[in-house]
């Protein structure tokens, strides 16, 4: 054969191989695109299933302390409808609702049915004579849970008011009024296990 026509049968060979082998570059450039999307989609599924057993582990911490609610609220109907009437109202007066069952605490033991021998009734141990024209008090619901803590709620803010938001300040006018200078309630307030 001569050498011309070893090139031409060759060429067609060369040719092939040459297209071969970029396709085969190709397909190694998609195989190694094709990896990295593998890996990239390994790493989001970890990290949703991290957080699925994150969540599974929330989930169950709600049901815990779902079951928790029902079984105090059966043993203590009471004190649950208490928590629940703090809860609401504290936010509505902007008010920390630890505080505020802090103050019951000492106010009146949890209570609804409290009256001290100086006049104050409810859980907030709100005292009628001082207050009853100036917040129109319905003395027939003074021990109504809601509105007894309403009532406490509303003095209070008068005079976190007036203590330019100290409540260290408040709580002393709360229970004292401008007559009186007990400084212990403040701290009695501030020392209960829901402060």
Do not use: C
Request: glycine share 4%; hydrophobic share 40%.
């Amino acid at each position: 054969m001569k050498k011309k026509e070893v090139v031409w049968l060759t060429m067609p060979i060369i040719l092939t191989s040459l297209l071969l082998f970029y396709a085969l570059t190709d397909v190694s450039k998609e195989n190694h695109r094709n990896l990295q999307e593998i890996n990239i989609l390994k790493n989001r599924l970890n990290k949703v299933e991290g957080e699925l057993s994150s969540s599974k582990e929330e989930l169950a911490d709600v049901a815990l302390i779902k079951y928790q609610d029902s079984v105090v609220r059966k043993k203590y109907p009471v004190f649950s409808q208490i928590v629940d009437v703090v809860y609401r109202k504290s936010n509505e007066y902007d008010f920390n609702p630890n505080l505020i069952l802090s103050m019951i605490l000492v106010e009146s033991g949890f209570n609804p049915k409290a009256v001290s021998s100086k006049g104050a009734y409810g859980l907030m141990q709100v005292t009628y004579d001082v207050w009853k024209d100036e917040l129109d008090i319905d003395a027939d619901r003074i021990f109504d849970i809601e509105y007894n803590i309403d009532l406490g709620l509303k003095i209070l803010k008068r005079y976190s008011k007036v203590a330019n938001g100290d409540m260290l300040r408040a709580l002393h006018l709360y229970n004292n009024g401008y007559l009186f200078n007990n400084e212990s309630y403040k701290y009695k307030v501030t020392g209960t296990i829901f402060y």
